[in-house]
């Protein structure tokens, strides 16, 4: 079956958009425990196509032909999941948690391809 990446991502905009920056401590605590909770309902809803459950990602690093640098960009977290489609993928993440509960902007799916073979490039 074919392999899927979902990337999470979110930009310092979808704080504001969300009202999470306004919200007291006791409150975004609450948002904080009742997200985790439904991101756990969803993993065990999900676990028969969940082929690597992924996680949330820290600081990147470029490599370019200049070398090494600190960047930032709107990727916070990743999950494979194996599915029929791309669309079938897809639709997994529809009103996911990332963004219906906590202040992500969106899910982005792309499809694992593997890596030509020479006899490929043939």
Request: hydrophobic share 40%.
């Amino acid at each position: 079956m074919p392999k899927f990446m979902a990337l999470y991502v979110g930009s310092p905009d979808a704080f504001a958009r969300s009202g999470w920056d306004k919200l007291d401590d006791k409150s975004r605590k609450e948002r904080e425990i009742a997200g985790m909770q439904a991101w756990g309902a969803w993993q065990e809803k999900n676990k028969s196509v969940l082929a690597d459950e992924g996680g949330p990602l820290g600081k990147t690093k470029r490599v370019d032909v200049k070398g090494v640098s600190d960047i930032s960009n709107a990727v916070a977290g990743y999950v494979i999941v194996e599915t029929a489609s791309h669309d079938a993928a897809a639709k997994l993440f529809e009103n996911h948690p990332h963004f219906s509960v906590f202040p992500g902007d969106a899910v982005e799916i792309m499809p694992c391809n593997p890596i030509p073979t020479m006899d490929d490039l043939k």
